[in-house]
Nanobody, 123 residues
Framework: QLQLVESGGGLVQAGGSLRLSCAAS????????MGWFRQAPGKEREFVAA???????NYADSVKGRFTISRDNAKNTLYLQMNSLKPEDTAVYYC?????????????????WGQGTQVTVSS
């Protein structure tokens, strides 16, 4: 089993920044494609960003140019740098892992999930 633990969420004003971290353990982190998803109250879970084993990245249109996904395989950690935050970014953010051949934005194709970290952006 791959265990994932997110941290770094909190309350921030619009225009501010946060960096989320996702610490992995239990399996070889570098073997997995990693993604960030979020779920706002009353809404469906949505894709935010993903990064493959090889470094290919993909972002939701709503966060392009503001969020950056990165990983440090030596530290078994995934990051999400979030800049220029907006109130509509308020959600619980989850990291997830899968071992597919190609990068996927579909949450159902991810095998392992963290417990989530709350991000609240005030206007």
């Amino acid at each position: 089993q791959l265990q994932l633990v997110e941290s770094g969420g909190g309350l921030v004003q619009a225009g501010g920044s946060l960096r989320l971290s996702c610490a992995a353990s239990g399996r070889t982190f570098s073997n997995y494609n990693m993604g960030w998803f979020r779920q706002a109250p009353g809404k469906e879970r949505e894709f935010v960003a993903a990064r493959t084993r090889g470094g290919f990245t993909n972002y939701a249109d709503s966060v392009k140019g503001r969020f950056t996904i990165s990983r440090d395989n030596a530290k078994n950690t995934l990051y999400l740098q979030m800049n220029s935050l907006k109130p509509e970014d308020t959600a619980v953010y989850y990291c997830a892992a899968e071992r597919g051949v190609v990068l996927t934005t579909m949450g159902d194709e991810y095998d392992y999930w963290g417990q989530g970290t709350q991000v609240t952006v005030s206007s």
